[in-house]
């Protein structure tokens, strides 16, 4: 159940539409025109649990105080109802700011049990009733972002999930604004990705009737031929779902925002956040801790890279103009209209490639190294596979090997073979997309931030041309430090110690490698030498 009932809202945003468009005012209540759609707004959030939904929450909160409620999915979990998920979701230094900036804010949020897995989010009848009636604004986060999640967890999320939701969009009676927040990878198929709906490569309906009926075990054995063209479950169940959203809107103000691959904040509410280790961010936290040595990736194509804060704000834009696009359509349009905006949030306009994030990351993590990492910073981006393989073995498996003997010597239970199948299973699932480059169009985007005022562009910075990213991998290291390794930056001194010691300690073992090797050689060669003599006389 929620936390409080509200007065229904249909009566105050009927009355008001009209007057909130006006520019007088705007004028007199000082607010930006985003923060005048959202001034007065219930919210629904899906996945406001994850990474891109903390910082939605946060940015709602921070920036656009006149909201009225923000209502969050949430299911309970570990033995926590939602409440206590709720008060532990705030504890995240990531809202450190928006509690100094509004200390009241917390009775803004309403806390609505349910589950993307369960059919109908698993809300209950009253909780659907009091969603239908208040909320105006819905924003669509929540998804599985494990690329090589089972489909039978995979298709109830990602899939059924924004078809039930969609559902009670059209029981909502003042819906101002729907957004589903995708993937630019959802077509990855495609080498140039447009703002448009592709083909996808199953009907919704279907793909929910097959997984439904059948077991896991028989479901994972068709995987391979179900996803056809797509590399993993994230990728495929994505595209069915952009479909579905498409096919079930009607006439109802809805958009659908694929950004690329999110990284950490750039510059708010705290530099450099992050609170996942997927994509680039596991491979950056890996090389940095010593662990990680080598992956394939073509380090000249480019890294569809983008800031959490600048995401997030370019959401938030999105739903506002969602909505205009909608308010500039006529009546009669609207009956036979059903196109839905697509906004291909990337970073084509500043791009940067693998090989710049590499030289970037090792620039500043050797300049904020952890007293955590276990070796000295030595990290490649291989190209060829038959190579990486080569550092696969010598790099990550020899190691391990020596490590885990020890280990077991010593009468402990090894573990570093663990480890690095792990690694290895996280590197296979980036591998298609560190070895192919993809193009984007934008337009929508770029439509978008010329839309922004003065005020809004600053308040809701968007624009990914506006980025450094010099400064930005900065901020990005020292977060991958502080908030993922857990390592403050108090330690810093004594972790620049450690890591003098070794990198002493990697320069003496590639001296005493080299002089193996060259042992091996002087010993070698006279034999062969010898033996090709004895073969020719």
């Known amino acids: 159940m929620v936390e409080v009932l509200l007065e229904p809202c249909g009566q105050d945003v009927a009355v008001s539409q ?10 007199e209540s000082n607010l930006s025109p985003i923060e005048n759609f959202y001034n007065g707004q219930s919210i629904f ?85 009091t969603i239908a009636r208040n909320v105006s604004i819905v924003f669509h986060v929540a998804a599985t972002v494990r690329f090589d ?24 009676s003042c819906l101002k604004s729907f957004v589903h927040v995708s993937t630019a990878y959802a077509p990855c198929p495609q080498d140039f990705i447009e703002e448009r709906l592709y083909e996808p490569p199953i009907e919704a309906d279907k793909l929910i009737t097959i997984v439904e009926s059948m077991d896991e ?20 169940t994505k595209a069915v779902a952009e479909s579905i959203v498409v096919k079930e809107a009607g006439n109802l103000p809805v958009g659908i925002f694929r950004p690329g691959i999110v990284i950490s904040t750039y510059m708010e509410p705290v530099r450099g956040w992050i609170d996942n280790l997927y994509g680039p961010t596991g491979v950056a936290a890996g090389a940095g801790a010593g662990l990680l040595h080598s992956i394939h990736c073509d380090g000249s194509i480019q890294a569809n890279v983008v800031p959490g804060d600048l995401t997030v704000n370019a959401l938030i834009a999105c739903a506002w103009d969602v909505a205009n696009r909608r308010k500039s359509v006529t009546t009669k349009e609207k009956s036979h209209s059903s196109d839905v905006p697509i906004y291909n949030y990337v970073s084509i ?33 291989t190209k060829h596979k038959i190579i990486h393989l080569f550092y696969i073995y010598l790099l990550h498996l020899l190691p391990a090997l020596f490590v885990d003997a020890a280990t077991l010597c010593l009468g402990k239970q090894p573990r570093m073979l663990k480890i690095y199948k792990r690694i290895h299973k996280f590197m296979d699932v980036l591998d298609y997309f560190s070895t192919r480059e993809w193009k984007f169009s934008n337009d929508n985007v770029k439509m978008l931030v010329n839309k922004l005022t003065d005020k809004d562009r600053k308040q809701f910075a968007c624009d990914i041309v506006q980025l450094d990213w010099d400064y930005y991998f900065r901020t990005y290291m020292q977060g991958i430090r502080v908030y993922l390794i857990k390592d403050p930056l108090d330690t810093l001194p004594q972790a620049r110690v450690r890591w003098q010691r070794l990198y002493w300690m990697h320069q003496a073992l590639k001296i005493i490698l080299a002089c193996g090797l060259l042992r091996i050689c002087w010993l070698t060669v006279p034999l062969l ?9």
């Open 217 to 236: 075990k028989l479901i994972d054995e068709i995987v391979p031929r179900l996803l056809g063209a797509w590399p993993n479950t994230y990728t495929f």
């Open 45 to 129: 959030v899906t996945g406001g649990t994850g990474f891109m939904g903390k910082l939605l929450i946060e940015k709602l909160l921070r920036d656009c105080s006149g909201i009225s409620f923000i209502y969050l999915l949430i299911r309970p979990k570990k033995g926590k109802d939602v409440h206590e998920r709720v008060e532990e979701l705030f504890d995240d230094p990531l809202f450190d700011k928006l509690k100094k900036k509004q200390p009241k804010f917390r009775h803004q949020i309403i806390a609505i049990a349910g589950d993307c897995e369960q059919s109908g989010l698993g809300i209950s009848a009253a909780d659907r009733e």
């Open 18 to 27: 009209k007057d909130r468009c006006d520019s007088n005012k705007l004028e």
């Open 529 to 537: 030498l010898r033996g090709y003599a004895h073969r020719f006389t």
């Open 349 to 381: 306009d500043n791009p940067i490639t693998y090989e710049q994030i590499k030289l970037l990351s090792e620039k500043y993590g050797l300049e904020f190294p952890t007293g955590k990492a276990i070796w000295y910073y030595s990290f490649r981006n």
């Open 149 to 172: 999640e089972k489909m039978k967890l995979a298709v109830p999320i990602n899939v059924r999930s924004p078809k039930d939701l969609m559902s009670l969009c059209k029981e909502m």
